[in-house]
């Protein structure tokens, strides 16, 4: 290749019109080519660029930067959908912020592969290449000329991305009215659609741009606009015909639930909650090779009670898992930044479980399989009052795999803590698990017979979660028998987090649950076992968020108003949350109602 050759196509490679056209390109495919959705996110790719040549002073490395954003943002939008169910949020830029504040050197130092680091110095060769090859927009012999300039773009440039953030944010302005209009327009059409929650998210998105834009509508946390009302009747006169909170009082006062036996005056248990990460059981599907899926961990002689648990996240997001079964808060009640509640919501809670049972004279005691510094977890158990965080690197246990902590670890954990904890108080364990977290491998060999009933990919990855369950089932069942033998009064509490994603394919499973659905993303089941006579606590589908209340129940107690209200609901709704709205709706504002009460928002 001759040199003028080379310099040819060095500058088509290097040319603006060449990626101008990329942009052009990528912006209508990640804009599902629909013509609102594509000229909207042009212009407000051209204010990008704008703001990005004002601040570098280049113009190739700024219509590059933006196709970079362009696609970064479409691939992590895909990501969200097909692991959690739900599009990138402002929540994903506080949990990233929260990941530098909290080491995330030494997570990708101990755990990124190889091809993850390749991938990083790529993408960071690409910026310093297309920067130093990019000319720049404003220059000038005159020192001074330049730097004043330099200031005045910068400026300029911090003056336009807080304009153009407050036009969007603020319900009044044009800008937030018109992305408003193209969001609701789209959930409208998606909902239309007869395909799964999956592709219903991914069909949500707007494009890349005005995805990011949409962030800035949940810049705080909020009550969302169907709530609001309720909220604003707690002085109401007559709360038997309201919805505010008054009314589920007032209900709680005229038609009281009878007391069970766990309220009387008993020995408090010892009480373990274990969170299994990314469990559900096998046996509810609807194969017939599901048939010999079965589980001791989910069937033995200590289980008291058991079913379906609801869940309200899919995918990922244990910490929404965690803050609703501590709490009793569900964190889509509310709108803005709530995707991960322990790094922005969890200090604005005023209820928890962990402060209730310490009124009743526990030793709450957390145990992390992770870095108790991971989402805030942290700060979030410090606000709610725990006596003592730990994580399995208290204990010298550095993974290979980060997925990779066995049960047999945890149960010693635990065993250790309750050994170490005063020998005058009850002890709550709360215990969070890992060995079935995702990705699940696609390359499994079919051990349980599903290759004639599913595709290779889902075959695969299901053949990769039962080993894992297997294994589960082995290191669990021995720690469960230990503590049931103990001699002290104790309840063994575990639930799934959520459903695993199989990279969005596990919506393709059919299941058969009690109440004939064959398929929810947002169900994993609970058992409760006991070394000794407890109430009843079956249900075919129970909300997770009922969890404090029953734990209060069980440890003798029944907390606050809160707390009662979330038992007097649990009873009244069958174990249901959401679908209560149909059975009692006046009840279920009000509990609504005493839910946006929880929270200190404006």
């Not at 795999?401 to 635990?414: A, C, H, S, T, Y």
């Not at 129940?553 to 009244?572: D, H, I, P, T, V």
Request: proline letters at 3%.
């Amino acid at each position: 290749m001759t040199y003028k050759s080379w310099k040819k196509i060095k500058n088509i490679i290097f040319s603006n019109s060449i990626w101008i056209f990329a942009l052009v390109i990528a912006t209508i495919f990640t804009s599902h080519f629909d013509p609102i959705l594509i000229f909207t996110n042009f212009l407000i790719a051209a204010l990008f660029i704008l703001v990005s040549v004002l601040v570098t002073n280049r113009v190739l490395f700024s219509i590059f930067l933006c196709l970079f954003v362009t696609l970064a943002m479409h691939i992590a939008t895909n990501m969200k959908a097909e692991y959690l169910s739900r599009l990138v949020e402002l929540s994903d830029i506080l949990i990233v912020i929260s990941l530098f504040k909290n080491g995330v050197g030494d997570l990708l130092s101990t755990y990124l592969t190889k091809s993850g680091i390749f991938l990083i110095l790529v993408v960071l060769l690409a910026f310093i290449i297309f920067y130093s090859s990019s000319k720049s927009f404003f220059i000038s012999k005159n020192k001074l000329t330049y730097y004043i300039t330099r200031i005045l773009m910068l400026v300029m440039a911090f003056f336009i991305v807080r304009g153009y953030i407050l036009s969007i944010a603020i319900a009044r302005n044009y800008p937030h009215q018109h992305i408003l209009g193209i969001k609701v327009a789209r959930i409208e059409k998606c909902e239309s659609k007869d395909i799964n929650d999956i592709e219903k998210v991914k069909c949500r998105s707007m494009g890349s741009f005005l995805n990011l834009s949409n962030i800035a509508f949940d810049y705080r946390i909020s009550k969302k606009k169907e709530w609001r009302q309720a909220d604003t009747n707690n002085l109401i006169i007559r709360p038997e015909t309201s919805v505010s909170s008054g009314y589920i009082k007032y209900k709680m006062e005229k038609e009281p639930l009878p007391k069970t036996d766990a309220q009387k005056d008993q020995e408090r248990p010892n009480i373990v909650v274990a969170l299994n990460e990314s469990i559900f059981d096998p046996s509810y599907l609807d194969y017939e090779f599901a048939e010999k899926l079965k589980f001791k961990f989910f069937n033995d002689e200590h289980i008291k009670s058991s079913g379906v648990l609801r869940v309200h996240t899919f995918g990922g997001g244990t910490c929404i898992s965690e803050y609703a079964a501590l709490t009793g808060v569900v964190h889509d009640v509310f709108g803005g930044a709530v995707g991960y509640p322990f790094v922005n919501m969890a200090e604005r809670t005023n209820h928890n479980l962990i402060a209730e049972l310490k009124k009743l004279g526990y030793y709450t005691v957390i145990v992390y399989s992770t870095s108790k510094k991971f989402v805030d977890a942290n700060k979030a158990f410090s606000h709610f009052g725990v006596d003592k965080f730990v994580d399995i690197w208290e204990y010298n246990y550095t993974p290979v795999d980060w997925r990779d902590i066995p049960e047999k670890l945890l149960g010693f954990i635990v065993e250790n803590e309750i050994q170490k904890a005063p020998k005058d108080k009850p002890v709550f364990v709360f215990v969070s698990t890992m060995r079935n977290h995702g990705p699940h491998k696609k390359d499994v060999e079919d051990k349980i017979g599903c290759a004639s009933s599913l595709n290779e990919s889902v075959c695969s990855q299901l053949n990769d979660y039962i080993n894992r369950l297997t294994k589960t089932d082995e290191e669990w069942n021995g720690f469960i028998e230990k503590i049931m033998k103990s001699g002290k009064n104790t309840i063994f509490f575990n639930f799934g987090d959520h459903q695993p994603s199989f990279d969005g394919e596990i919506a393709k499973l059919k299941f058969k649950y009690p109440d004939n659905v064959t398929s929810d993303i947002y169900r994993t089941f609970y058992n409760i076992r006991a070394n000794f006579d407890i109430p009843n606590y079956n249900y075919k589908i129970l909300d997770i968020s009922y969890f404090p209340s029953m734990i209060l129940e069980m440890a003798g107690g029944s907390g606050n108003n809160f707390y009662k209200a979330s038992s007097y609901m649990r009873e009244r709704c069958n174990g249901l949350f959401k679908e209560c709205k149909k059975l009692h709706p006046k009840l279920f504002e009000s509990y609504k109602s005493l839910m946006v009460e929880q929270l200190n928002i404006d």
